[in-house]
């Protein structure tokens, strides 16, 4: 494997290319390429390749697409969170783009494909485009490119929740994560884990509401021997599984009474005590719980127990809806196209403006599942070049209230601003000249969508950094 960045420089920083195949193939234009800016890491074997994509540092990646590398490549393209940041070009020999297999390749997966012998200038080209397509991509869905939180968006709600989670992961307080059922509060919890002081230590996921029957005792706390017919030796619990590292209570509203005053109980003396066991085990876990239940209106009707409640909620991390998150609508859907492209036929190309525009009305009672659902569904069913609101399964009914002239001037004030931003990386001076108003009639206007705090915050950073 040969690696050609720079000392002192990081990938993220410069045009980087990846390259899958071997170092003496390239020898033609290589070095052409890199003397024009680029800085290329060459992989010659399928390890050297997974390793170098883990970075998720390359804007652009060529594979000399044979066939032992194109079972690579589709093995690879399965996921989406490996490969999906990078734009790809196939090499291939003039006597092999003629072959259904290859074509078929390129077609799902490719961004362009380039004849061997390859002419470095030409090849310079589509490079150089396929870059420009990744950085318009990163500026309109904010995702950066080691997805930190693993949560695609940039509206102000996924900005506070990312700085929520960011200040809660620095300590071992229990955290309370709410939120409607299909939003995230999973992906919320294993970023608590992932930034916390705890990441090396296991992350334990407890299903709440399946503990209801008698074992469910023992698989919270464990059982000593002979609890169990033909055990010979004790059994850890839930809870002390994820000694050292964080235990994560789903659906929290759901825990029996029994076991939340077990739970209780830990949480009140850092011990457990298994099934017929006598001697109390210290256990050293931080609990995160989650829960779609409204647990004050529970604790009311006698549910829950108030003081667990008031044990659990030291820090509290609410997930917003899919509804209140404006344009990442649409970032999330293109994001789990991509994803789920290959399970469709090869000529479908995206979303149509009427289907974008249909997600954008449409109130997502189920959230990112029900988002997930309709557009895993929509790839494999369609028919046309592109997703429709039909295929969607969300097109509009002929009583759904139109919007009013006021209504639709204020969204469409804000998308623009959305993307504005995005664009600019937050650039305040910068986003006014491209809206062509004063830095003063910007502010007013983030005031008025409520994005003035976090622009604001960003733009000071990069002013005083």
Known sequence: MADSAPRGESFAESRTAIFFGKQ??????LDFVRCAGWHVAVAETEPDLRRLLARRDFQVGLIHLDDSRRAVWEQLSEDADLVGLT????????????????Q???VRGFYDFHTL???ANRLLVTMGRANGMVTLQAGASGETRTQRYRMVGRSDCMRRLQKVIQRAAATSAPVLITGESGTGKELAAQALHDQSPRRNGPMVAVNCSALTSPAGQCELLGYEHGDVPGSGRPAIGKIEAAHGGTLFLDEIGDLPMEQQVSLLRFLQSGTIQRARGYEPTPVDVRVVAATHVDLEEAIGEGRFREDLYYRLNVLHVPVPALRERGLDILSLAHYFFKRFRSEGQSRLKGFSVRAEESMLRHPWPGNVREL???VRRAVVMADGRMITSVDLGIEERAGDRLPTLQEARERAEKEALMLVLAYSSDNLSRAARLLDVSRLTL???????C????????????ETG
């Open 451 to 462: 994005l003035r705090e976090s622009a604001a915050q960003s733009d000071e950073r990069k």
């Open 24 to 29: 003496a193939d390239a020898s033609s234009w």
């Open 372 to 374: 997930i659902n309709r």
């Open 443 to 449: 502010y007013r206007m983030l005031d008025k969508h």
């Open 117 to 119: 012998p390859v002419q």
């Open 104 to 106: 078929r390749a390129i």
């Open 87 to 102: 734009e790809w070009v196939a090499l291939v020999e003039s006597a092999a783009i003629t072959r259904p297999e290859i």
